[in-house]
């Protein structure tokens, strides 16, 4: 492999730290899994507009291949190569009201974090036979959950394209055919091996085999952003006695994109700012303030509708699950009381 051809255009992390120099030292190197620095960047290279660029293909990628992903870390999370990961899953300490108990803003709320399972490599450099025994592992552990967690898994091989439509629609199941994912080698054997379980309110899901092999996800209508909250941790808790996750001292859990390392959490909201959004200069420094990032209501690089917007914590590395919602929670009680006062 020769050095990438960067155009002005590549303008992500992985193009800013992959200098001649860290190429050099890293193009011959392969993890365990056989997964190389050319696959890890290809994402970057095929989509010059990509904000990161890079994935990794298994846990030991973070390590062999730290004089690249180590600047992009430091950088995205402000997390330097000596900090360690910790974690806070108890929603007693998070300090969160219902900021709109009227639900004149708030449409919905979401909470979500990655998972990987600790004995597979990540979904970059999985095989065909390994995706399908991590779809087994998983679903038959979800099916085995009871009370206000207990549903059904649906694969997406077979499904009805009305009803995976509908479900993408409704904002329950990811998006086919993410070129960022395509490039990064995430979408093979699509759709073998992916699916999503639910339990029959809809307030419960996890996504199998997308851009991590898990996204647990606890989602509802209005604000009250501790209920979410306290949902997701009973089924995390549930999953990790029943399944090893890929987790480190250094980096918390694993994920393919350095982006989700840590909590591996994004606790969001779809919001309606009707006054607000006509300001995006002062919309802009209240999410700055708390660390938030403004997201279209289709997920990433999807645009707003109707000034509805989602709104969640930038930061997932370095900090707390707590503080992570307690992130999104701040922000968005200011977010309300400068709408109001517009
Ligand atoms: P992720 O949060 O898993 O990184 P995306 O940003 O792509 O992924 O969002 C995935 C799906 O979840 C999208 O359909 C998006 O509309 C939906 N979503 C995200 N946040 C919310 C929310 N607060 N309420 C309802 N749907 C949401
Ligand atoms: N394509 C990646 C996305 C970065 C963060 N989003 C994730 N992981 N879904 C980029 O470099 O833009």
Redesign the pocket.
């Given at each position: 492999m020769t050095y990438p051809n960067f155009t002005k255009d590549h303008k992500?992390?992985?193009a800013k730290y992959l200098t001649k120099e860290v190429f050099e030292n890293l193009k011959g190197l392969k993890t365990k899994n056989g997964f190389t620095i050319e696959q890890a960047i290809k994402?970057?290279i095929d989509?010059p507009?990509?904000?990161?660029?890079?994935?990794a293909g298994d846990e030991e990628s973070y390590t062999l291949f730290a004089p690249l992903f180590d600047p992009i870390i430091e950088e995205y999370h402000g997390f330097s190569k000596e900090d360690r990961h910790k974690s806070n899953l108890n929603p007693s300490e998070l300090n969160a009201s219902n900021p709109d108990p009227s639900n004149r803003y708030i449409i919905s709320t979401r909470i979500r974090v990655g998972r990987n399972l600790a004995d597979f490599p990540l979904g970059t450099s999985i095989s065909k036979e390994q995706r399908y025994e991590v779809e087994k592992i998983v679903s038959t552990t979800l099916e085995s959950l009871d009370g206000n967690l207990e549903g059904r898994y649906y694969p997406l091989l077979g499904m009805n394209e009305e009803d995976r439509l509908s479900l993408v629609q409704d904002h329950f199941l990811f998006k086919a055919g993410?070129r960022?994912?395509e490039s990064?080698g995430l979408n093979r054997d699509w759709p073998s091996g992916r699916g999503i379980y639910h339990n029959n309110e809809k307030t419960f899901l996890v996504w199998i085999n997308e851009?991590d092999e898990l996204r647990v996800i606890s989602m509802q209508k209005g604000g009250n952003i501790k209920e979410v909250f306290e949902r997701l941790v009973s089924a995390i808790k549930e999953l990790e006695k029943r399944m090893k996750f890929a987790y480190s001292e250094h980096l918390g859990y694993i994920?393919?994109?350095p982006?989700?390392l840590g909590t591996a959490m994004r606790a969001s909201v779809h919001i309606s700012l009707p006054k607000l959004c006509k300001n995006m200069e002062l919309f802009k420094s209240i999410t700055n303030k708390h660390h938030l990032q403004i997201r279209g209501i289709h997920g990433?690089?999807s645009s707003s509708e109707e000034g509805i917007y989602d709104i969640s914590n930038k930061r997932r590395l370095g900090i707390t699950e707590v503080e992570c919602v307690q992130d999104m929670h701040n922000g968005i009680t200011e977010l309300i009381k400068v709408e109001e006062n517009l």
């Open positions: 992500s992390l992985m994402s970057g989509n507009d990509s904000g990161i660029g890079v994935y993410d960022f994912l990064a851009e994920t393919s994109c982006t989700n990433e690089h």
